[in-house]
Structure formats: structure tokens, C-alpha cells
């Protein structure tokens, strides 16, 4: 991790914030410094601002920023369902069990281990342990992910994700019976207050909003279709356990006591629609459920 301080002088103040950062940083995009920016790797005066924040005299910035050197991520010929590509934008369905970005303890076999063998290039956004990651799905989910080419096309694709104008429908097989046909569950997630690998629903965390409309109903179980609004870390899991609907399969938050032998939560990214960052024209893209899936489904239906 590389540490900047910096107070700004006369000659300093007034700039926006990111630009001043983006000519300390030299080998860093002014896109990736905007990103740290916003995940609040950067403060100013010790409280977290805006990438266009005009500085003041005065004004002392602490900025947190990973070196590209920390860790060489290489390239592996691992195949990958790649549903649609051109110069911006590469569309995948990711299988279950597969981790989509490197991290502690886990730096190969990733989803971007095998883009960057099948990729000439990648946005930079993100650093060099998830170049061209606009958005993520759990190891254990398995469907649809975009990734993009270059920065332009990553700004452009997140900032859909931010305003909740992509579409992300997943298919959830759920333990009971609903009582709804459809709903929305508008619950807040943080991190668990004493379990720090899970999230939770908490007072005061972060706005989460799941719409979700039954599909099929058996009689232990129900297909769900879930609609994220918000895309937080692990929403469906916790929304659906939240209302005591856990997912089959899910470890963490479902039952302890599973029917199945599964490898993880019975969850399916099946349709993402997004507009294209630089055609400017709306796509959408649907997978169907996988085998091991539809193989679960139908063992419930006949119960």
C-alpha cells in the first residue's frame, strides 16, 4: 500500500481533488483514483469527499493506494463461456465454484486469471487484481457477468450499477413455501456486528432493495426470481434468509442442516441488460439455469 499526505498550498487550491491525486500517482488512471476516491480510500481533513471537490488551502489529504507492483497476477488458459465480446465490453457466464477475482490465499483459477489469457486488454480501474471487474457474483453463484475492455467503458458501466439502470435478474431455489407472490425487501446490510465473514441486516448500513416473484411452488420449496435494485455483497442470501427463506445450499445463511450435498447456494445469475458504453443502445443477455441446478429443481418438484 502506498501512503500519500499532502497539504495543499496556494498553488494547489481550488483543483478537484481527483486531479491532484491522478498527478501524484503517475502510473494510476484518472479513473482508478476516482474509484479509490468513492470507495473512500482518500481523505481529506480525516472525512471522505468527492472525486470533484475543490480543495482548500490548508486542506491535509491522507490517500491509501495499492501499489501496481503488490502482486502479478498471470495469465491462465482456463476455458471460459463467453456469450458476447467486441472492442469495449466482454459478456461471461461464470460457472459455479469459480472466485471471479484474485485475493488472500487464492491467486490463481479466477475468473480473471482466465481473462487475461483470453483478453488483449482490460480496464485498469480496479488495479491490477481485478482489471476489467465492473461487478462481482459470490464463488458459488453461478451466470452473468460483464467485463470491460477499458477505462471508458468501465466509468460508463458503473456508473449504470450506481443509479440501479443495469438489469440483474437471478434465479433462487428457496427452503419453504412464500406467503407472497411477489415483494420487495427493503432492508439495510452491513457487516455482521460480531461475525465478521457474513453480512447482516443492520440499523444504519447500507441501502439494500431486493424485488423477488415466485416462479414455481412445490411443496417444500420455491423458484424465486430476484430483481436487485442495489447490489451489495451477498443481498439475495441475506434478504431471502431475512425473511425466513433461505437459499438451498447456502452454508452461511440457510439451514444447518442441508437435504442436499451441494457445493454451495442454489443461486443463478440468468439475465443482465445494460446500455452499451459506447453504441449507446441497450443489450440484454440471458443464460439458462445449469444442469446441477435444474437437476435439484427437479428432484423437489417430485416430492
Avoid at 282 to 291: G, K, N, Q
Amino acid at each position: 500500500m502506498e501512503n500519500k499526505y499532502i497539504i495543499i498550498n496556494e498553488n494547489l487550491k481550488g483543483t478537484r481533488l481527483d486531479l491532484i491525486l491522478t498527478n501524484e500517482f503517475k502510473d494510476k488512471s484518472r479513473s482508478y483514483i476516482q474509484n479509490k476516491i468513492e470507495k473512500g480510500n482518500v481523505l481529506v481533513n480525516g472525512k471522505i469527499k468527492k472525486s470533484n471537490y475543490k480543495v482548500k488551502l490548508g486542506d491535509k489529504i491522507t490517500a491509501y493506494i495499492p501499489k501496481s507492483t503488490e502482486l502479478k497476477i498471470e495469465p491462465e488458459n482456463i476455458d471460459l463461456d463467453i456469450i458476447y465480446q467486441d472492442e469495449d465490453v466482454l459478456v461471461v457466464n461464470k460457472p459455479q465454484g469459480m472466485v471471479v477475482h484474485p485475493a488472500t490465499n487464492n491467486y490463481s483459477g479466477t475468473l480473471v486469471n482466465a481473462l487475461l489469457y483470453h483478453c488483449k486488454n482490460l480496464s485498469k480501474v480496479n488495479g491490477v487484481t481485478r482489471p476489467g471487474i465492473v461487478h462481482r457474483i459470490d464463488k458459488d453463484t453461478s451466470g452473468i457477468l460483464v467485463v470491460a475492455k477499458n477505462d471508458n467503458s468501465h466509468d460508463k458501466l458503473a456508473q449504470q450499477l450506481k443509479n440501479h439502470s443495469m438489469t440483474r435478474e437471478y434465479i433462487a431455489l428457496v427452503e419453504g413455501k412464500l406467503k407472497e407472490y411477489k415483494g420487495t425487501i427493503n432492508a439495510p446490510l452491513a457487516r455482521h456486528p460480531s461475525e465478521r465473514i457474513k453480512i447482516a441486516v443492520v440499523e444504519g448500513g447500507r441501502e439494500a432493495i431486493t424485488h423477488y416473484e415466485v416462479m414455481e411452488m412445490y411443496k417444500n420449496n420455491t423458484l424465486v426470481k430476484c430483481i436487485l435494485e442495489t447490489g451489495r455483497t451477498h443481498q439475495i442470501r441475506v434478504h431471502m434468509s431475512y425473511i425466513a427463506h433461505p437459499l438451498v445450499g447456502d452454508a452461511v445463511y440457510g439451514l444447518k442442516k442441508q437435504r442436499f450435498n451441494l457445493k454451495g447456494q442454489m443461486l443463478h445469475a440468468k439475465k443482465l441488460g445494460f446500455i452499451h458504453p459506447t453504441k449507446n443502445q441497450y443489450m440484454e443477455f440471458e443464460t439458462p439455469i445449469p444442469e446441477y441446478f435444474q437437476r435439484i429443481v427437479n428432484i423437489v418438484k417430485n416430492d
